[in-house]
């Protein structure tokens, strides 16, 4: 017996319903049974019993699943009173994303796709910036980590320039520009905050690798 339950990692997280992969779960380095980096996200949540939790962005829904499932793991170990995904005294999981088919497509805008039935998240159709100031209270890091309490932590993802300059296309994803992140997080100022990168990319690597996680953590 694992830690992890892999049957329901395959059929909720990695997968749709143990049907179609959930896109772009390969960037994360994930497969059908393995997390990638997004156990990297559930352990901070996790550990630090994070419950106002924002996804700028996300093609197949795969790291708010995350979110979601990580607060809800919570709620079952006895942190919160109530248990379920959302609605709850566990907190909240926000997902921003336009659907403009901006640097990827999303499968889950209809109300009635697998991921928005299972996992309910508060779903927002605007621009990020848009809606950092509809819901919210420039430029996706500026503006969200001005509202971010101490200890507050944003991660980034498609941050490892190694991955990115080694960047093979693939169907469906022809176009992709993956560049923005990778130079973006040079830029942090780290008098403001902790910064820890994880990477793993390896060329001919025998297994599948992340596109680069990057914590940024508000001191």
Known sequence: MTILNHEYIKKHITTNNGKEDVPYRWSHGA???HLGDGILIYSLIQFFKFKSLVCLGSGGGFIPRIMSQARFDLSEQGFYKEVGMEWGDNGSTYVVDACNKFNGVVDWEKEDSFFRKHFNPKFIKQTTEKAYYDFFVKQDFNLYSKIMNKGGIITIHDTDKNYVDNFVEIENHKGDDLS???EFVKTIDK???EVIN???YKEK??????????IVRKK
């Open 180 to 182: 923005g992140p990778s």
């Open 191 to 193: 008098r403001k905050f």
């Open 31 to 33: 497969t059908d049974k």
């Open 205 to 214: 690597s025998e297994h599948p690798t992340s596109s680069g996680l990057t």
């Open 198 to 200: 994880f990477f793993n």
